[in-house]
């Protein structure tokens, strides 16, 4: 079973706070999301391999560790997930990004693909999903079993707020995806919207509605 990481930083906790009112602009919505990325990045990247180098500082030569070469790439699923793209490459600059097009159908609620373009090498790649929805988990699964086609095997997901029912059904369609996620939320309600949750991301991200 795949391991569900809450990433409880005080500082993402603070900012994650701020964008869920509803008076909260769509400029500080764009800015905070992007902060909380950066700051999941870190710990989503915390177990990266390294390796040792010889290196010369201005004092002495020594031996100091440098990360062992991962290829690593981002995959936002369109268009919430666009939101924590430059955020996690402020940390991880080199990484190339993929993007997945999916919508919930406003009847069925189940996704719908509409774009995909990944990286041509993508099976040598670790991925990181983006999306700070995981409500029913209809489109993270979707996504995931798209990028699974293509032949990549290492793929963790990183979202802003989820709820139990989505957290499940990730777990039980993709028990080798692990999880970051800043909040799991109550429940979905009728329109299976996260209670509380921040309301559309997709909306509140771009002014849309
Ligand atoms: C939102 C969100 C997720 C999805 C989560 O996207 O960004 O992709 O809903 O819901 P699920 O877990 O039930 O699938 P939406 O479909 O609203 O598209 P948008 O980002 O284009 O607005
Ligand atoms: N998509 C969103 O943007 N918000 C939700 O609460 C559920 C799905």
Not at 88 to 100: M, R
Not at 102 to 121: A, G, I, M, S
Not at 158 to 176: F, T
Not at 200 to 209: E, I, Y
């Amino acid at each position: 079973m795949s391991t569900v990481h809450v990433v409880d930083h005080p500082l993402v906790q603070h900012k994650l706070t701020l964008m869920r009112q509803t008076e909260c602009s769509t400029k500080d919505f764009r800015q905070l999301l992007e902060e909380i990325a950066m700051l999941m990045a870190y710990e989503v990247t915390r177990d990266l391999p390294l390796q040792e180098i010889e290196i010369e500082t201005p004092v002495a030569k020594c031996k100091s560790k440098i990360i062992a070469g991962k290829k690593l790439g981002i995959v936002p699923i369109l268009r919430a997930g666009l939101g924590m793209v430059d955020g996690v490459l402020c940390i991880v600059p080199s990484a190339k990004v993929g993007h997945i097009g999916l919508y919930r159908d406003p009847e069925t609620h189940l996704p719908v693909e509409y774009y995909c373009k990944l990286p041509t090498d993508v099976s040598e790649r670790d991925l990181i999903v983006v999306d700070p929805m995981l409500a029913t988990g209809g489109s993270a699964i979707a996504a995931i079993d798209f990028i699974k086609r293509r032949g990549c095997k290492r793929i963790t997901l990183m979202c802003l707020v989820g709820c139990p029912e989505g957290i499940d059904a990730l777990q039980k369609a993709h028990p080798d995806v692990d999880l970051y996620i800043a909040a799991i939320d109550d429940h979905l309600n009728e329109n299976k919207y996260i209670v509380p949750g921040l309301g559309d991301a997709g909306d509140r991200l771009f002014g849309t509605k």
